[in-house]
């Protein structure tokens, strides 16, 4: 059985950092693609940044360039989002996925496996 556990969330003030992780089990953890999504209240999930299954290609949505850097360890099966000058709009629950095939995507539907995902507040 598939998990992923999203941990690290909580509340920041505006210009904070926080970090999240991702724990993966179950699955060929380095044969995958990992993506973080988010999701803000009456708003569609969203991609947020995405690694390939060596950590050596990543992808990042425009609004995040910058501040945010996702990263892995393979040896540890987690994916890791580094959130750096956080802004009240950066305020959603945060998913981590999992997708199989050759590069990370950014749409939620290409992503096989979900976490329950993490909230982040970001007061300003």
């Known amino acids: 059985q598939v998990q992923l556990v999203e941990s690290g969330g909580g509340l920041v003030e505006a210009g904070g950092s926080l970090r999240l992780s991702c724990a993966a089990s179950g699955l060929t953890f380095s044969s995958y693609n990992m993506g973080w999504f988010r999701q803000a209240p009456g708003k569609e999930r969203e991609f947020v940044a995405g690694i390939g299954r060596s950590g050596v290609g990543t992808l990042y949505a425009d609004f995040v360039k910058g501040r945010f850097t996702i990263s892995r360890d393979n040896a540890q099966s987690t994916v890791f989002l580094q959130m750096n000058s956080l802004k009240p709009e950066d305020t959603a629950v945060y998913y981590c996925?999992?997708?199989?095939?050759?590069?990370?995507?950014?749409?939620?539907?290409?992503?096989?496996?979900w976490g329950q995902g993490t909230q982040v507040t970001v007061s300003s």
């Open positions: 996925a999992a997708r199989g095939g050759t590069i990370p995507r950014t749409r939620p539907v290409e992503y096989d496996y």
